[in-house]
C-alpha cells in the first residue's frame, strides 16, 4: 500500500505551498524535492492566496510566528480548504506563549485541516482548550510509551474525531490516527532530535503525500511518518565516527532522495490499534 | 577570457548586499564566499540604503517578498545605480501572483538593472508585461532546446535591448545576451533542479562577477553561469550511492570553493550565436 | 576547569532563546544541539517576552534588523535581565549603518548584557560612541596580533569594565576579557571565515555555556570560544581535496556534536593577561 502511496508522490509530483518558519525553511525546501514534490514559500498576505491556488497542498507551521505572516495563514488555509485542498497544520510550541496557542486554536477554528502533526505535548495543548477540541481528554501521559500506548491510541482518535482531521503525534512511538483507526509507527532514530527541523520537514512531506493522494488520507499520512522515521534508520547507519547532527541532517535528506516505493513498503514497521 | 574574470572576483573579493529570500540565503551566502567574493544581507528600508553604498554589488531577488522589503528593494536598488554599482534582479515566481508578477514590473521601470536572470517562464511574463519591455516577442518556447535555440537566442537579445540589461535566460540551455551577442551556454546538470536555490545562488555570484569586471558585463556574466553549471557537473561526479540532493547542495559550494580559474577557462562549454 | 563547564551544558541542557538573522539561523540551532543545549527562535515582539521567560538564557544578533524586531529585543533582554538569566548581544554590522550601530547602542543602555561578542571593528564602534561605553580608548589596532596584544588586552578589560559585561572579541586571536583578568585563545582556523554565520554560532553557544555556568561567566564564555575554535581545528582536519566551505561547514557542527569535554579541556589552547 505504501508502495503505490510513495509511487503517486513521485507522479504526480504535487506543489506544496510552505507558509513556515525561517529556522528549518530550507531544509523543507529540500526534504520537498527529495521526496519528489516540488516546493514554494510565499507568506505575505496578499501573496500567500493566489499562491496557495496554483499549488496542490499548504503546509502552515507556526515556528516563528509573526504579525505579518499570521493573517497569511488564515487566508491561505482558508482559499485551500474552498479550493479542496489538503492543509496539514504543525502547531510549533502551541502551549509555549500565548501568541502560538491562541493563534492555533484560531487557525483550528477557521479552518478546517486535512492533518494536524505536533509532539504530544503540543497535541495536549490544541486537546485541552481550543473550542474546537473542548472535552478530549487530554490527560494522556507526556510521553508515548508501550505500556501507555493504548490510552495514547483512543487519545488520538478522539483528537481527529473532534478536529475532523488526521491526527500525528510523534515521539519515540509515532501515533497517526483518523477516528476510527490508528497507525502505531516504530521508524525513526532517537537521534533525529539533535537536527532541527525533522518535524518541521515531516509535515511539509505530509502535505505532499496526501496531496497525491486524495483518497486515502490516514494511508498517505502514516507512509509520509514512515517514510521520514525510515530515513532517519538509513542515515544513521551511514554515520562513521566523526560525523556528528549536522553530516546526519543532510544524510536524512539523501536517504529520503533515494528512497524507492519498495523500500519504504520493505521498510516501515507499524501495527493498527 | 573567463580565467582572468574570475581571478578578478577572487583578487577584489567585492562586497554582495542581498535583498533575498529567507529560503535560500544562507547557501547565497556560502556560495558568494565559495567564488572569492563577500556577503552581507540588509532588507530593512532603512538599513538597506545605507548597506548598499558600502558594497560593491547588490541583487535582488524576489523569492519571499513582503511588503516590509519591497520598499528596500527599490531603495536600494536606485541607490545603487546612482553609485554606479551594478545590480542583478531575479524575478522569482513572476507569472505566478500579482505581487511578484507587479513587483518585478515596477522594479524594471524604477531601476536599471546589470544583469535579470530567470527562467524562461519568469523572462516571458517580464517580456511580455513590463513597460520597459512591452513589445518583446514572448512567444518563444516554454523550453529551449536544440531546435528553437536560435528563436530563443533572438528573443534573449531582444529582451537585453529593452530592459538595457545583460538577460540570462536558465534551462537545460542557458542564454546570456546583450543586444548584440548571445552565449550558449551548456554546462550544468539536470540534478541541480532538486537543490533549492542554485537559481538564487547564481543570481548572487553573478553580481559579484559583473562588480569585479566592470567593462566586460556580458563576459562576466556568462562567466558566472559556465562556473555555477560547471559545478554542477563536478559535484555529480562525487556523489556516491547514497548521496542524494542534500550532500549533492553541499558538493556544489565545495566545488565553487575549490574551482580555480584555470579550470573554469577550461571546462566553460558554450559558443556564441 | 573547561572539562567541568563544557559538562555542565551538556547535562543542564539548557534552552536558549534566539533572536538572530535568518541568514545563518539553522547553523546556530543545530550548533546548539551539537553543544548539547537546545534552540528556540521567536522575534515577534509579543512572542518574545514569553518564550524568552521559559527558557535559560537569551542571544540577540542583528545581523539583519528589522523595524518589526527591534522592539523584540529590547523586551525580550529587559524580562530576561529581570529573570536573572544571561544575555549575549552580538553586534553584527555596528559601525557600517546608523540602524545598526545606534540599535546597538541604546540596546547597551538598556540591557545589561552578560557577554558581548564582536570582531574588532564592531566592538570598537560600540566602545567609541555609546553612552555605556563612551571614554574607553578605541585607539586600537584594527587587527589584533602578537605585537599589539598587551593593548588589545587592555581595551578588551576597559570595554568589559564600563559594560559590565564579559567582553569576547574575535580574529586571528581570540580575547575573552572582565574587567581583570584576560583569556588570549589560539584555537581556531583561518578558513572559519570562508564560512557564513561561524561568529553567529559562537554567540548562540557562549549564551548556552554562560547559562549552565552561572557562577563563572568568564571561564565559561572562554570555554565557548575554545569550544567553536578546536571545532573549526577539528573540521579542517577532516577535509579532503574535493571539499570546500559547505562540508567545512557542515564538520564544524559535527566536531562539537562529537566533541568530549576531555577533550575540550586538552585542545583548548590559552594564557591569561
Known sequence: MFEQIFENVRRKSPLIHNITNYVTVNDCANMLL?????????????????????????????????????????????RSVELGHPVVLDPVGAGASRLRTDTAFRLLQEVKFTVIRGNISEIKTLASGSS???????????????????????????????????????????LVADEERVFCIRNGHPMMSAVTGTGCQLSAITAAFVAANPDRLLEATAAAVCAMGLCGEIACRRLDHADGNASYRNYIIDAMYCLTPAALEEGARYEMR
Chains 1, 2, 3 share one sequence.
Open 132 to 174: 474546537a477540541t473542548r472535552g478530549v481528554d487530554a490527560g494522556v501521559a507526556d510521553k508515548i510509551e508501550e505500556d501507555n500506548l493504548d490510552h495514547a491510541a483512543v487519545f488520538a482518535r478522539e483528537f481527529a474525531r473532534r478536529t475532523r482531521a488526521v491526527a500525528v503525534i510523534t515521539g519515540a512511538i509515532d
Open 34 to 78: 527529495a521526496c519528489g514534490s516540488s516546493p514554494i514559500m510565499a507568506d505575505d498576505p496578499e501573496d500567500a492566496v493566489e499562491i496557495t491556488a496554483v499549488c496542490d497542498g499548504l503546509n502552515i507551521n507556526i515556528g516563528t510566528l509573526n504579525r505579518q505572516t499570521i493573517p497569511s495563514m488564515f487566508a491561505a488555509g482558508r
